[in-house]
């Protein structure tokens, strides 16, 4: 209970933060001020305990006294060495003038100087390629701060007061990541379409991550890798289900830079340690990564942008991704293209799981081709129908599709989980119960009426290789016969009913008695007309 309450505490300090922003911009502008501040208090209070370990062997009372401490170490002969222990152990070093206790009491004493946050920000990125260029959306000097110095810079102060509210001394990993996806589910929320680009609605999140763990919960060294890694929240959904989270290794990739850096700051607030991060900026299709070391993965799991247009150039024939297949995905729907480059990185025991709009399921040409391939090399495990409506950038169902790189037989179960929704407001969801019902179907792989279907070589063949759902999974509800005597007695019963309502209404009607002649001609002019 602790925990919820601890957590709970935490969202609404940085909530309050977003509301000193959010008469000033959109949410998709001030999600980078609040989780960057957030995260460089996350820094140096995690710098500040560590230090008061290392020197007095215990847990502060406070960061204050965490920082008093450290002032006076850094005055004896034993400072460089601390320095030294300090970047060995987090790989950054906070100067006591620039720790976020420092600034919180400064911004308290109205002496705050938004220069030297800036001047925190750029050694934190100087210090380590791990955080190069990682507040680089957070500009300080900016117009939409207030007019003028004095406004921008007390608008920041306010903002580092109101995060400094947040306990983060007292707060594990796992909370404070919580928030963190908390924050981020939010401003998805607010900023509707665009946020598409950064999040995945954690009941898809759930399902795609059971499932391509399924079996692998156990390895010691479990690799996962997102080519569309968006804010990270996906990879990181796999440490919920694994016996040994800790040896987790995370691969991600995301071509927008803000969410690149969004997914950096996660995943430290998540409490993963910078030697099992391999996160990178760029386009997953224009050049292939990862292509040293490690470069297949136990499980691939991906929600990338639905028919996204790319180059399809005549040369990515050649490219080992796709060379197999003869034809590539075409220009305007890169839907396959994202598929192929999964597969080609998952390893041959693992599995991998993608969300894709409805269309990979039928569409024909060379996706046809491409469809035909996969399903007569045994690759495609599964298909599952989502509700509609999930994502907050487009209302489309949509469709996970389950791979694997080699197996035996060519079966393909089919789950129709189009109707295991709740209707929201803004998003229909899908509640645990409905996730459970899904992985159930999933795990027993055998047809259920009306819910799965595990179809054979043969009867996909017999389709052309279309997916299409309904082909094969029939839910359709008949309804029931109507019994027409019952139906005519009702309606001769209700004629009665009204006609004894309607004579009780004109007795009262003749009671009825007033002064004004007007009045009286009206009444019994109505009165008439019923009698008719």
């Not at 007019?147 to 707060?171: F, M, P, W, Y």
């Not at 045994?378 to 907050?392: E, K």
């Amino acid at each position: 209970m602790a925990e919820t309450e601890n957590s709970k505490d935490l969202i609404s300090v940085l909530w309050s933060g977003a509301d000193i922003l959010r008469s000033k911009m959109d949410a998709n502008e001030y999600k980078d001020y609040l989780l960057g501040i957030v995260f460089y208090k996350y820094l140096s209070d995690s710098f500040l305990i560590k230090v008061y370990d290392m020197i007095c062997d215990g847990k502060p009372q406070t960061l204050k006294e965490a920082l008093d401490v450290y002032i006076e170490e850094l005055k004896g002969e034993d400072a460089q060495e601390l320095k030294e222990e300090m970047k060995s152990e987090c790989h950054y070093v906070i100067e006591p003038e620039l720790t976020y206790t420092y600034f919180a009491d400064a911004a308290r004493n109205n002496s705050f100087n938004r220069e030297q946050l800036q001047k925190g920000f750029n050694n934190i990125e100087q210090s380590d390629p791990i955080f190069a260029d990682l507040f680089t959306d957070i500009d300080l000097y900016s117009n939409r701060l207030g007019t003028g110095d004095q406004r921008q810079s007390d608008t920041v102060a306010n903002l580092i007061k109101e995060i400094d509210k947040a306990d983060l001394l007292n707060s594990d990993a796992e909370i404070l990541g919580n928030a963190y996806e908390y924050l981020i589910g939010q401003f998805a929320s607010e900023t509707g379409k665009k946020a598409g680009e950064f999040y995945t609605p954690q009941a898809v999140s759930k399902i795609l991550t059971k499932i391509a763990i399924a079996g692998q919960e156990e390895k010691r060294g479990l690799s996962v890798y997102d080519p569309c890694m968006g804010s990270g929240s996906l990879l990181l959904n796999v440490k919920k289900y694994a016996t040994y989270p800790e040896y987790i290794k995370y691969y991600g990739q995301e071509l927008n830079t803000s969410t690149y850096n969004l997914a950096r700051m996660n995943m430290f607030l998540h409490g993963i340690v910078a030697e099992n991060q391999n996160l990178r900026n760029g386009d997953t299709l224009d050049g292939d990564w990862p292509t040293d070391e490690e470069t297949d993965f136990n499980m691939v799991l991906m929600n990338p942008p639905y028919s996204a247009k790319w180059s399809a150039a005549a040369g990515f024939l050649q490219d080992e991704r796709f060379s197999d297949y003869g034809v590539l995905a075409p220009k305007s729907k890169a839907d396959y293209a994202f598929l192929l480059h999964g597969l080609y990185h998952l390893k041959n025991n693992g599995t991998m799981a993608i969300v894709l709009p409805h269309g990979v399921l039928f569409r024909g040409a060379s996706e046809g081709k491409i469809r035909e391939k996969l399903l007569r090399s045994g690759n495609i495990y599964a298909v599952i129908g989502l509700p509609a409506n999930l994502f907050y950038n487009t209302s489309i169902p949509t469709c996970i599709i389950v791979l694997k790189k080699h197996r035996d037989g060519r079966d393909v179960l089919f789950i129709d989980a189009s109707k295991k929704f709740n209707k929201g407001k803004k998003q229909n969801e899908m509640t645990d119960e409905h996730i459970n019902e899904v992985i159930d179907l999933y795990s027993k792989r055998e047809t259920v009426e009306k819910e799965a279907f595990l179809a054979s070589f043969e009867d996909i063949e017999k389709n052309d290789f279309n997916l299409n759902i309904p082909r094969y999974v029939d839910n359709f509800e008949k309804e029931e016969e109507v019994d027409l005597k019952a139906l005519l007695s009702e309606m001769q019963k209700t004629d009665e009913e009204l006609e004894q309502v309607q004579g009780e209404f004109l007795s009262l009607l003749k009671e009825l008695t007033s002064k004004d002649e007007t009045t009286m001609g009206l009444l019994t002019d109505l009165i008439g007309r019923m009698e008719e």
